[in-house]
């Protein structure tokens, strides 16, 4: 007996209604995922805190700044007297180990002539070096010597070196996170719920400190050493983080 086999068919106007239905399947699958999502949103709760941090440290880099200034008829003449002043000064400078000394600013000007006060033409010539220390007391000997030889003292301050503030912000951001978590902790505590998961991080240092100025030490070299205390200074890192709790 011969056994015909058997076809299913459907019918052209079924297909249609047959495609929608399972599309129509996919969209509450879809639904139903969203739905869960959104519930699983609805049951967690975002903590925004924000920390600081403050580290206190004495600073560990004296600069001095020092200019000479020449005047003469001509450019030439100033600049000569000026190059030779900074030359002597930069050379007395190197001759000291621990030091760094760097030229700055070089300024020439012409300044016109003042009859009202009998007051001829002149150039002018300007330039600053910058002499810093990790130790003061190499570098404060040489304050009476250098302007012994007519420069002036504009500047002599405290400050961080670039090392030393990386350590300390480094320091003072780990203390804000710190505080972070702890605070994390005890809201989550107080409002029933877990922390789950962190989720951003921001942290930012606040500005460098301001150099400290001194006194401006004495123009005689026979003088003593000026003094120049170093006064702790404060490093600063905000921490800003968001937390996610849940039941």
Partial sequence: MIQTPVRTHVRPFLLPLLIGAIAMAGITQAHAADSAAMAADTATTKLRLSATGTVHAPPDELTAVFFAEASAPTAAAAQGQVNAQVD??????????????????????????????????????????????????????LLGRIQSDNLALSRLDWSLSRAHRTALVQQAEGLALHELQQRAQAAATALGLKIARIESVNLNDQDMPSPMPMMMAARAASMSAPQAPAADQDVTAQADATFILHP
């Avoid at 009859?115 to 190499?138: C, E, K, L, N, V």
């Fill in 88 to 141: 002597k000064a930069m050379g007395i400078a190197h001759g000291v180990a621990g030091l760094t000394v760097n030229a700055e600013s070089y300024t020439v000007h012409h300044q016109e002539a003042d009859p009202r006060i009998s007051h001829p033409s002149q150039w002018i010539a300007r330039q600053s070096i910058r002499i810093s220390a990790t130790d003061g007391t190499i570098l404060l000997p």
